[in-house]
């Protein structure tokens, strides 16, 4: 996540910041716990009823109904287990759902207050890894991993107690194997620590490719290329697989050695308890029962060492989490601009770099309420960015942006959002009906204004032709929509929400005649009385403007109407013959 951050505030991180974020879930989730606590102990008591049973059968007392009451508790026990574990994992996966709704939640509020150039900088494949894979094994962790944590701590260590008041060398003896284990986990936790990053990263990246790959399919299947062709993807493939492999090279041994360890319990016990039976310090229904506890003892041990991976994946991925938390929203003035406002807008020697790359300097320009000004320029002079820093995608490294001599840093965030309406070239579609699509601009707008609006950009005959009209969800099969039409929906949504201030990004392709007429006469509806940037590449739609501001490097070079800039004979009139030069050759 490439966005500037404060410095200094030392916060929790991990599992710690789970539960700082579940808040007053943690309630919930602590009487899990404590259920799960109850079922450990559960867990134990049939084994101890062995043992009791054991006893009972080298004592040979005779009288069965002990016997049958060893028997019954320990039902008792199995039964209490499982209505605790019920009872635990019901809370849980309360807790946890409430707790994922609440993390999502205050994550989409928190992206929605940081610099909207958030959403340019990272890949949706990263920010979809947060919101959805990162978010999703928390609930899993809640819900799930945490009763089987408790229970895999309080077996072993209930267990364990109740051994050393059985016979003391045994039950240390078992201390070697888990000694050895705790040593190799050590070393595994050492050698996993600086991989995690890595690993967040490729899966982060692996994601990004895919879904570049699945939205790319149709441009590469006209090119006849196969994944295999798609660079990017096969190499990120490749690094994850070249990952993995390292990783596993690592890990497989010492987890073989670690299995082999927990699953030779009686290696230890044996030849110790026969040393104490044959010397009599321990019984042979005691021996007995440490050599079967010796294995229940270690495989439930065994079961916590599984939740050390499972601990550092899940703290990685709420480390990212808090990554996107930390990241400050941006403040927001406190004035608010009165619907009759002026909205002239004035760019005051604007600077403003990416990172390190410089891309505007000492940008100047005034832009008149009701006026059309163009930005025009080669590809990277700066055009967009210089659009984008209006409704504040990110902040200016110096110089004022002002709405009606109001620098934009003193407007509330809200209202600064309402003043603007950006048109993009790159067209956003909901898979949802054509209204809800449509009232995106204005939710709170009647059935009649989406109409109205839909009417004057155009699109509203082609609305009609929907098997279910207005009704008609947009993402449902056999709806298929041009690049004009969508784009025709974006500009309803910019007339509707009715903003004084409008930046168009015009789009290059749907250059056919009728669309481009229809275009037009919905832009001629959309631009009437309002402040307007067309950032545009094709120069012939632009020959009105009142002004147009021509870009090179981050600067404007020019400023002036089509007909004074062409007088001048300077970059822009070097444009326009370019551009119609190549208007004639396709036009041959
Ligand atoms: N999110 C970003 N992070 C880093 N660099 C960026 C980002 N967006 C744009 N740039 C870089 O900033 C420069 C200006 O880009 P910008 O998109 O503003 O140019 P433009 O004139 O609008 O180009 P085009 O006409 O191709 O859309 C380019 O060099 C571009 O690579």
Known sequence: ???????????????????????????????????????????????????????????????????????????????????????????????????????????????????????????????????????????????????????????PITVFIYLLTVSLPMALILLIPITLTVILQVIMGIIAKPLMPEMSRLLGKLNSVIMQLVNGMPVMKTFNLTADSYQNYSDTIDDFNVFWTSVASKFAPIRGICNVILESGIFFTLPLGGYLYL???????????????????????????????????????????????????????????????????????VRFSYGKKEVLRDVSCCLKKGSLTAFVGASGAGKTTAAQLIPRYWDLDSGTITIDGIPIYNIQNKNLMDLVSFVFQETFILGDTVYHNISIGKTSASKEDIEAAAK????????????????????????????????????????????????????????????????????????????????AHRLHTIVHADQICVFDEGEIKEIGTHHTLLEKGGLYSNMWQTYTSQKEVRAL
């Open 1 to 155: 996540m490439s966005q500037k951050k404060e410095s200094g505030k030392k916060s929790s991180t991990g599992i710690s910041y789970l539960f700082s974020l579940a808040d007053h879930n943690k309630k919930s989730l602590n009487i899990a716990i404590f259920f799960s606590v109850l079922s450990g102990l559960c867990t134990f008591v049939p084994y101890m009823m062995v043992f009791k049973t054991i006893l009972f059968v080298f004592n040979q007392t005779g009288d069965m109904r002990i016997a049958m009451n060893y028997g019954i508790t320990a039902t008792i026990f199995i039964i209490f287990r499982f209505i605790f574990q019920a009872i635990s994992l019901a809370l849980t996966h309360i807790g946890a759902y409430n707790t994922l709704y609440l993390v999502r939640r205050r994550i989409s509020e928190h992206i929605g207050e940081i610099n909207l150039g958030f959403f340019t900088d990272n890949s949706s494949g990263e920010i979809k890894k947060i919101l959805v894979e990162d978010v999703e094994r928390i609930e899993v962790f809640l819900a799930h991993q945490i009763p089987d944590i408790v229970v895999a701590i309080v077996v």
């Open 279 to 349: 010397t009599d310090s321990l019984d042979l229904s005691s021996y007995i029962f440490f050599v079967i506890m010796s294995i229940v003892f270690l495989s439930s041990y065994s079961n916590l060492i599984n939740f050390v991976q499972i601990f550092s994946q899940i703290a990685s991925g709420i480390d990212r989490i808090k990554e996107v938390m930390d990241i400050p929203v941006i403040k927001s003035g406190n004035l608010t601009l009165c619907d009759t406002g002026n909205y002239d807008v004035n760019f005051n020697r």
């Open 456 to 535: 004057a950009a155009q699109i509203h005959d082609f609305i009609m032709s929907l098997p279910k009209k207005y009704d008609t969800d947009l993402s449902a099969e056999g709806i298929k929509m041009s690049g004009g039409e969508k784009q025709r929906i974006c500009i309803a949504r910019a007339i509707l929400k009715n903003a004084p201030i409008i930046i168009f990004d015009e789009a290059t392709s749907f250059t056919d005649i009728e669309n481009e007429h229809k275009i037009q006469l919905a832009l001629n509806n959309l631009l009437v009385g309002k402040t307007t940037i067309m950032i």
